[in-house]
């Protein structure tokens, strides 16, 4: 079984950043697709990055240009790097498969002030 554990979350100005870590245990995560999500208070979870097995990325709109996504294949880690970061962006952060196939982690908070 697949566990995943976020990390690299805090609070930080608008306009500053952050990298996020997922630490995937099991091998099989260095051959699939992942991505990060997140979820502000009340409201749905949402996607803000895949990777796919072979490196492609892809994003909404809303974070394209500001948000990273990369991955570690020997460490079976995923990465979320986060510039230009603004107070829409609160939220909890997670890591998954983009159909969502893991157990969902317990997340990490990241919290812009304005």
């Known amino acids: 079984q697949v566990h995943l554990v976020e990390s690299g979350g805090g609070l930080v100005q608008a306009g500053g950043s952050l990298r996020l870590s997922c630490a995937a245990s099991?091998?099989?995560?260095?051959?699939?697709?992942m991505a990060w999500y997140r979820q502000a208070p009340g409201k749905q979870r949402e996607l803000v990055a895949v990777?796919?097995?072979?490196?492609?990325?892809n994003y909404p709109d809303s974070v394209k240009g500001r948000f990273t996504i990369s991955r570690d294949y020997v460490k079976n880690m995923v990465y979320l790097q986060m510039n230009n970061l603004k107070p829409e962006d609160t939220a909890v952060y997670y890591c998954?498969?983009?159909?969502?196939?893991?157990?969902w982690g317990q997340g990490t908070q990241v919290t812009v002030s304005s």
């Open positions: 099991g091998s099989i995560v260095s051959i699939i697709d």
């Open positions: 998954n498969t983009p159909a969502r196939t893991i157990d």
């Open positions: 990777i796919s097995s072979g490196g492609s990325t």
